[in-house]
C-alpha cells in the first residue's frame, strides 16, 4: 500500500470524522476508535486502518438500511450477535482488533 499524502490524510481523516458524528459517535470515542495506541493525531498504518474499517461500517450499514434513522442508529442498538450488547460496546471494549471484527461482519451481511 502506497504512502498517503498529507492532503490525503487530511481528507480521510474529515471524511472519517464526519462519518463518526452522522453514527454518533462523539469526538473523545471517535479518537479512542482510531488511535488505540494513543498517537494521535499523526495517522500511522494501524489509524489509517481503523479509518478504513470505520467507513466500511458506514458504507454497509447504509446498504444493508434505506432508511438514514435505521442505519445510523444500528451502532447504538443492543444485537443477539454481539451477545444483546451493541456494536458501538463491543467494539469500544477493544478498538484495535473489534472494530474491523464488525466492519467485515456488516460486510459479510450485504454479500
Not at 492532503?7 to 462523539?26: C, F, M, P, Q, T
Not at 495517522?43 to 434505506?66: D, G, M, P, R, V
Not at 443477539?80 to 460496546?89: E, I, M, P, Q, V
Amino acid at each position: 500500500m502506497r504512502e498517503l499524502t498529507l492532503a490525503e490524510e487530511k481528507r480521510l481523516l474529515r471524511v472519517s470524522r464526519n462519518i463518526a458524528k452522522e453514527l454518533g459517535i462523539d469526538d473523545l470515542i471517535f479518537e479512542r476508535l482510531v488511535w488505540t495506541d494513543g498517537s494521535g493525531p499523526a495517522l500511522n498504518k494501524a489509524a489509517i486502518q481503523q479509518l478504513k474499517s470505520l467507513i466500511k461500517i458506514y458504507e454497509s450499514l447504509h446498504t444493508l438500511f434505506s432508511d438514514r434513522t435505521q442505519a445510523n442508529g444500528w451502532l447504538h442498538k443492543p444485537n443477539g450477535r454481539f451477545d444483546n450488547k451493541t456494536a458501538l460496546d463491543v467494539i469500544y471494549s477493544d478498538p484495535g482488533t473489534q472494530l474491523k471484527v464488525v466492519a467485515d461482519y456488516l460486510v459479510y451481511q450485504c454479500t
